[in-house]
Structures are given as C-alpha cells and as structure tokens.
C-alpha cells in the first residue's frame, strides 16, 4: 500500500493512505568486450584459434511508486516512473565471460568431404552486490562455471550437386545468469550459501544428422536429433510469485529428448510457390526430483517435459507476381503439460494467418513504395498461449496460464531506396 507522505510523479505529496502501490522492475546494463580470430590455410587445412571476452554490468531494481486512491490514475505507466518512496532492492550484477576455441577443416574429394572438429573452453564468473541504499534480502557473492573443454564434430558430404549429408555431435555449457529475478543470486543469502558450492551449470550432448535436397523448384531437408540435457536447473517456488518470496535454485537431473524436422518447399509456377514442415519432439524427464536426504519430493522420471508440444505442422501458400504478394499460412500445435506430473493439460491449437500487398514497379515517385494488410489469427481461435508465467508447479492449476491474441488487422507502408 501507498503511505500518507509518499509523493507523486510530479512531486506533490499524496495526503491520503491508498491500498495499492505502483512496482517496476529497473534495469540498466553495459558491456564490452573483445573478440579475436586468428587462422590458417595450408594445404586441404583450414586451422583456426579464437578468443572472445566480455564484461557485462547489470544493475537491477525493485522500486514502489506511490498510488492515489481515485478512479483517475496519477501516473502513467508508459513513462519511467519517479519518486520511488521504497526501494527493495538495488543490486549490482556483473557476469565476466571468457571462452577460447581450436578448430580444423578439412576439405576433400574437391571439397565434396568437409570435416570439421576443434573444441572451445569457457570460463564465466558471476558476482553480485546489493547498493546501499537497500536492506535487501537476497544474495551477494561469487560464483563461478567452467570447462575448458567442449569437443565439436561435423561432417559434411556432397552425394551430387543436388543433395548433401551432413551430422555433427556438440557439448556444451550454460553459464550461470547474474541477476535479481532468476538464477543463482535470486534467493536468500543463506540459500545461497547453501547451495554455491553444489550448484553445476547445465550442459548438454547433442548429436544430429540429416540430408538437405535441392533440385530446381524443389528443396526439403530432414533432420533427426537426440539431445543429452544434464544438471538440469530449476528454482523451487517459496510462495506465490507476486508475493515477492526468493525461489532456490538446484539441480534435478537430466532430460532426454530425440526427434526429427522435415520441410520442403516447391515452387509450383514461378508465382506459386508451397511450403510444409513437420516436427516432431519426444522430451521426457530422466530423474525424480529429491532433496538433499534422497527423498522423492516430485516423481518427474517418466514425464513429458512441460511446455514441449510433441507435433508441430506449418504450411504456407505464397503467391508472387509483378509486385503482387498474397500468402496464407497455418500452424498446428499439438497439447502441452502445464505440471511437471502431467496431470494438467493445454489443448491443441492451430492459428492461420494471411497477408495482401503490392509493390509498386518501375521509376517514379512510388519506386520502392509498398502497401500490406495482414491479419493475424484470421479464425479469432481462443486458445492459451504461455503457459508457466509464473513457473511450472508439480500438479494444480497454478493459474499462469496467458490468454492468445485475438484477430488482429495490420496495414504497413514501406519505402526502400
């Protein structure tokens, strides 16, 4: 609530208690850096070593701004807002970065064989003060990622000028986020004190390979994929987000996760053109989150993974000529998990959108010009969008689940020179 003595946007004291505050969230951030490549032919090798560094300062606030008890608004909320009369958090982030990597192609065959394989190294540290102008009660300190190894390896063949195949295998790390709201900083100090020497940063293997067609009017590709996903990091919700209670960030396990993408595109008629895709996804939890005794808190072996559609269908009809462009697309999605067990569900959707516009030809004063209307949405579906707006929960309506867009009618004017 807003206190008698807090002052409005324009200075001016508010003389009467409100119930309710205006609260932002406030970011500022710098960086700099430096990247560096140096590299080598000789003979069918191409040798490469590069370096990159980055400094990345953030600064992030949670401020209250002071609210009249009227049906007018006294502020308007698309300004930066001023006269905070409490800050509950100032703090200052810093995320170091510094990642070298080697690497070598090899071209053979008259290049019909590429190989490629090398590695990188990432080193990232991540700090956290809070300014002092706050008693806040989340963390402080230090805390670091690191692998200075992370193999890559592709390889690339040409069957005939139409058609190639190509597979590659990639690890990787995700570094830890330096910030208020999410990672390991949004919490307690003893929290985080508890858990910085433990926390492991994610990673993942991945390996994937397909065949890529182009002949004429006609190209598609496939593609299949399986997907290693470990020390998986989730924060466990102490309340109800709005409420403004740190989460504890730990590591639950591995997800897998294996599927395949094929698309193609024909051009019919040269103004005529189609387009398909279709994926498909199987993401499933690999271990049952448990706490620090080994007892099971949420039994996830097994599970979908939330969010994750397993079918996805896209296609597009494109018509082009003498300036003259009309499309219309649809796109499919299958049902999504709102909870980590499964037990609440988001429909199917499919959305279709179109689009007409012309493209003025020739000299003049309306060369380059162009006109488009689009509509988005075209059948006004009602479907859910987000979902997990406020984090994913075990079982339960967590009611974090965001409304779609209605149909919505664009018309953009363009000029190109």
Do not use: C
């Amino acid at each position: 609530p807003t206190p008698v003595g807090a002052l409005n946007a324009d200075g001016s004291v508010i003389t009467a208690r409100s119930p309710v505050g205006f609260r932002t969230t406030e970011y500022r951030m710098k960086r700099f850096g430096m990247v560096s490549t140096l590299a080598y032919d000789v003979g069918v090798n191409r040798l490469e070593i590069g370096g990159w560094f980055e400094n990345n300062k953030f600064i992030q606030a949670r401020r209250f701004y002071g609210m009249t008890d009227s049906a007018a608004p006294n502020r308007d909320v698309l300004k930066f807002q001023s006269n905070p009369y409490f800050t509950q958090w100032d703090g200052k982030y810093g995320t170091d970065t510094l990642q070298y990597h080697v690497e070598d192609t090899v071209r053979l065959m008259d290049e019909r064989l590429v190989l490629n394989a090398g590695w990188k190294g990432v080193y990232v540290v991540n700090r956290a003060i809070m300014l002092p102008d706050t008693t806040s009660p989340l963390a402080t300190g230090r805390i670091t990622a690191r692998d200075m190894f992370q193999p890559q390896v592709s390889v690339l063949f040409k069957l005939n000028p139409m058609a190639e195949l190509f597979a590659d295998y990639t690890e990787n790390m995700r570094a830890f986020v330096s910030s208020a709201t999410t990672g390991p900083f949004s919490t307690t100090q003893a929290g985080f004190n508890a858990i910085r020497g433990q926390l492991k940063p994610e990673r993942s293997k991945t390996v994937e390979g397909g065949l890529r067609v182009r002949s004429g009017p006609f190209q598609a590709s496939a593609v299949g994929y399986y997907v290693d996903f470990s020390n998986r990091l989730l924060a466990f919700a102490n309340g109800a987000g709005i409420v403004g209670n740190p989460a504890t960030l730990n590591n639950v396990g591995s997800v897998h996760t294996y599927g395949a993408e094929v698309s193609a595109n024909w051009r019919v008629l040269p103004p005529l053109s189609l387009f398909a895709s279709y994926s498909y996804n199987h993401s499933e939890y690999a271990n049952d989150v448990v706490n620090a005794q080994g007892t099971v808190l949420v039994a996830t072996d097994g599970m979908a993974v939330v969010d994750t559609p397993r079918h996805m269908v896209k296609g597009e009809i494109v018509f082009e000529q003498d300036g003259f462009t009309a499309r219309v697309g649809a796109d499919y999605m299958s049902k999504r998990y709102v909870t980590y067990l499964n037990d609440v569900t988001v429909g199917s959707r499919v959305l279709v959108d179109a689009s007409i516009g012309y493209q003025f030809q020739g000299e003049g004063v309306l060369h380059g010009v162009g006109i488009e209307g689009s509509v988005t949405n075209l059948t006004d579906k009602k479907y859910i969008s987000t979902i997990g707006s406020n984090g994913f929960i075990a079982s339960g309506d967590n009611q974090t689940l965001l409304a779609g867009a209605p149909r919505q009618f664009f018309v953009s004017i363009k000029k190109g020179f």
